[in-house]
C-alpha cells in the first residue's frame, strides 16, 4: 500500500492485482491549457462508463464490475452519477447517508483497481444548479476532505445545467463551490457542467472561470447533436477551451430511440483527435437505447455480445481500440 500523499505517483490504498495500472501509470492528473495531463506532464485521456442512478442501479456499483471494465473493456475511468432532484435524489427524499456511502464504495473500489473516479452531483430537473447549492456545498466539502489525499479523484459539481439554469447560475455556484473543494484538496481537476444540457459550452469559452485544473462538460446524443454541435466543440478547443465530455450516447436526447452509428463514428473520430476524454451513459439494463446492456440482464460482468445493446457493442469495441 503507498500512500499517493508522498509519492504524487499512486492513489491512496491502491491495491489492485495489476501489476500496472492507469493510476499507477499516470499519478495525478492536472490541466495543462486545453489538455487533460498525467503526472509525466504527457496528454491524457479518460475513457470509461458512466453509472446510471446509483440510486435506482446500485448493483454495479462493485468491485467485479469495475474490474471487467478495466481488464476486459480497456476502460480507466469511473463516473458516479448521483441525481439530485429526481426519484430519491439525494435533495429530494433520497436516504443521503445510503447515497453517500454507495459513492464511497464505488471510489474505493476505483481505488483499489488503480481507475480514475468522478464524483458526479448529477442535476437535471432542479436546472440550476443553485436549487441546491447549499446541500452541494456541504457535499463537496465532505467528500473532498474524504478524498484530499487520493490522485485519482475528479470532481464533476454540476451534470447538466437547463432551462433556467443559466451560465451567470453556474458562476454564482461555482464560486461557492470551487473554493470549498480547492480547500480540502488543492489540485484535484474539477469538471463543470454549462447550459442547455451541457451544450453551451461557448458560453464558457466567453466568460471562463478564473481557476485551475478546471475542464468544461460538452453533453451529446449522437442522435441528435451532429455537425453543429461538433463544430461548437472543435472552436471551442481551438480557442483555448479545455472541453470533457463527461456524458454521451450513440441514440437521441431522451437516452432511447434508434442509435446512429453514422453521427457516432463522427463524434468518435472529432474526439480522438483531439485527445478529448469521454465517458458512456450509462452502466444499467434499464430498457432505454442508452444502457449498455439488454433489459433484464442479470450479470454484473462477464458480458457477452448477447447480453449487449446495440450502444453497448460499439462502445465496447471503440474501448477496446485503444491502446494506451
Same mark, same amino acid.
Given at each position: 500500500?503507498?500512500?499517493?500523499?508522498?509519492?504524487?505517483?499512486?492513489?491512496?490504498?491502491?491495491?489492485?492485482?495489476?501489476? @500496472?495500472? #492507469?493510476?499507477?501509470?499516470?499519478?495525478?492528473?492536472?490541466?495543462?491549457?486545453?489538455?487533460?495531463?498525467?503526472?509525466?506532464?504527457?496528454?491524457? @485521456?479518460?475513457?470509461?462508463?458512466?453509472?446510471?442512478?446509483?440510486?435506482?442501479? #446500485?448493483?454495479?456499483?462493485?468491485?467485479?464490475?469495475?474490474?471487467?471494465?478495466?481488464?476486459?473493456?480497456?476502460?480507466?475511468? &469511473?463516473?458516479?452519477?448521483?441525481?439530485?432532484?429526481?426519484?430519491?435524489?439525494?435533495?429530494?427524499?433520497?436516504? @443521503?447517508?445510503?447515497?453517500?456511502?454507495?459513492?464511497?464504495?464505488?471510489?474505493?473500489?476505483?481505488?483499489?483497481?488503480?481507475?480514475?473516479?468522478?464524483?458526479?452531483?448529477?442535476?437535471?430537473?432542479?436546472?440550476? #444548479?443553485?436549487?441546491?447549492?447549499?446541500?452541494?456545498?456541504?457535499?463537496?466539502?465532505?467528500?473532498?476532505?474524504?478524498?484530499?489525499?487520493?490522485?485519482?479523484?475528479?470532481?464533476? &459539481?454540476?451534470?447538466?445545467?437547463?432551462?433556467?439554469?443559466?451560465?451567470?447560475?453556474?458562476?454564482?455556484?461555482?464560486?461557492?463551490?470551487?473554493?470549498?473543494?480547492?480547500?480540502?484538496?488543492?489540485?484535484?481537476?474539477?469538471?463543470?457542467?454549462?447550459?442547455?444540457?451541457?451544450?453551451?459550452?461557448? @458560453?464558457?469559452?466567453?466568460?471562463?472561470?478564473?481557476?485551475?485544473?478546471?475542464?468544461?462538460?460538452?453533453?451529446?446524443?449522437?442522435?441528435?447533436?451532429?455537425?453543429?454541435?461538433?463544430?461548437?466543440?472543435?472552436?471551442?478547443?481551438?480557442?483555448?477551451?479545455?472541453?470533457?465530455?463527461?456524458?454521451?450516447?450513440?441514440?437521441?436526447?431522451?437516452?432511447?430511440?434508434?442509435?446512429?452509428?453514422?453521427?457516432?463514428?463522427?463524434?468518435?473520430?472529432?474526439?480522438?483527435?483531439?485527445?478529448?476524454?469521454?465517458?458512456?451513459?450509462?452502466?444499467?439494463?434499464?430498457?432505454?437505447?442508452?444502457? &449498455?446492456?439488454?433489459?433484464?440482464?442479470?450479470?454484473?460482468?462477464?458480458?457477452?455480445?448477447?447480453?449487449?445493446?446495440?450502444?453497448?457493442?460499439?462502445?465496447?469495441?471503440?474501448?477496446?481500440?485503444?491502446?494506451?
Amino acid at each position: 500500500m503507498t500512500d499517493n500523499k508522498t509519492t504524487g505517483n499512486t492513489s491512496h490504498n491502491e491495491n489492485s492485482n495489476s501489476t @500496472q495500472t #492507469p493510476l499507477s501509470l499516470h499519478g495525478a492528473l492536472h490541466v495543462e491549457g486545453t489538455a487533460l495531463t498525467d503526472s509525466h506532464r504527457n496528454p491524457m @485521456q479518460l475513457r470509461g462508463m458512466s453509472t446510471h442512478g446509483i440510486a435506482w442501479f #446500485p448493483e454495479y456499483i462493485n468491485p467485479e464490475t469495475f474490474r471487467f471494465l478495466r481488464d476486459s473493456w480497456n476502460t480507466n475511468c &469511473i463516473r458516479l452519477a448521483m441525481y439530485t432532484a429526481e426519484d430519491g435524489g439525494y435533495c429530494s427524499g433520497g436516504n @443521503q447517508e445510503e447515497l453517500k456511502k454507495l459513492v464511497q464504495n464505488g471510489v474505493e473500489y476505483a481505488t483499489e483497481l488503480g481507475m480514475y473516479v468522478i464524483i458526479d452531483w448529477h442535476i437535471l430537473s432542479d436546472q440550476t #444548479p443553485l436549487a441546491y447549492r447549499e446541500e452541494a456545498v456541504h457535499f463537496f466539502d465532505e467528500m473532498s476532505k474524504l478524498y484530499a489525499g487520493y490522485d485519482n479523484v475528479l470532481y464533476e &459539481i454540476c451534470n447538466e445545467p437547463n432551462n433556467a439554469g443559466t451560465w451567470d447560475d453556474v458562476c454564482t455556484y461555482a464560486d461557492e463551490v470551487i473554493p470549498v473543494i480547492r480547500a480540502n484538496h488543492e489540485n484535484a481537476v474539477i469538471l463543470v457542467g454549462t447550459p442547455t444540457w451541457s451544450q453551451d459550452i461557448d @458560453q464558457a469559452l466567453a466568460s471562463p472561470l478564473a481557476y485551475d485544473n478546471i475542464m468544461y462538460v460538452l453533453h451529446f446524443y449522437a442522435a441528435t447533436h451532429t455537425d453543429w454541435l461538433r463544430e461548437r466543440m472543435k472552436t471551442c478547443i481551438d480557442s483555448g477551451l479545455p472541453v470533457f465530455v463527461s456524458e454521451f450516447g450513440i441514440c437521441d436526447a431522451s437516452g432511447n430511440g434508434a442509435v446512429d452509428i453514422a453521427q457516432a463514428d463522427a463524434w468518435k473520430e472529432l474526439i480522438e483527435s483531439y485527445n478529448v476524454s469521454y465517458m458512456c451513459w450509462n452502466l444499467a439494463n434499464k430498457n432505454e437505447s442508452s444502457s &449498455i446492456l439488454i433489459p433484464g440482464c442479470p450479470k454484473l460482468d462477464g458480458w457477452t455480445d448477447e447480453d449487449l445493446s446495440e450502444q453497448g457493442r460499439w462502445i465496447r469495441d471503440w474501448f477496446l481500440s485503444e491502446h494506451s
